[in-house]
């Protein structure tokens, strides 16, 4: 990512000229097992929602965050900043050095990436209280889409959920075929003569293997990322 995301930036600049000088910022979440690695540059952010408590995973790469760093600003007035957008790293035509962070994931964990036009105009308790109540991930992004939206976000809004659940058992196999044929003397069976009420038994037809009784189903461990539900929104304002 370090060398491919310049190098693509790179390619687009020199295929066409105006885009001279662009970049982006970086929230990224890799996942391994039961752990996520996070990767960030700039000021987009990154959180995890767990037992109700919302925690900034990212630091951003701002100006203001240098002067609250210093302990030249509080951050409660970093929003209202008047140099705010100001970034002071991102992803441009030469690597840089993302900053990482990794971590165990827990059943119930879900992760948000946004883009600051989120975080700049929805306030963090109602970003809290909609990762909350709203179950299904695609919905819930859309709905912090949409209040971004509603509370005149100035500028593109993103917003990627991932849920950490249980990981899903396998599909039981289907069981063989079988015929039943009746059980016989040899002798009444050379000699054609009828048989009462005939035992039964249950064998597999031919070229099938025994059917085998499927083993117990292995319990679920406790904090395996099975996947991520959710995708990416973005829109500009109009």
Known sequence: MRETMPRRIRAATEAKPELAGMGTTLSAFLLTGDQIVMAHAGDSRAYRLRGGEMVQLSKDDSYVQLLIDRGSLRPEDAESHPQRNLVTKVLQTDPV????????????????VCSDGLTGVVHRDIIVA???EVADPTECANELIELALE???????????????????????????????????????????????PAVLSIDAPGVMPALAPEPEPPVRRGFFARVFGRRHGRRRR
């Open 130 to 132: 909609t990762l909350g």
């Open 97 to 112: 050095d993302l900053s990482l962070r990794k971590e165990f994931v827990e059943l119930g964990d879900r992760y948000l």
């Open 151 to 197: 509370r005149g976000a100035p500028d593109n809004v993103t917003a990627v959920i991932g849920d950490v659940i249980a990981e899903e058992p396998e599909p039981e196999p289907e069981m063989p075929p079988t015929v039943k044929l009746p059980i016989v003397d040899a002798e009444v069976a050379a000699t054609g003569a009828p048989v009462d009420a």
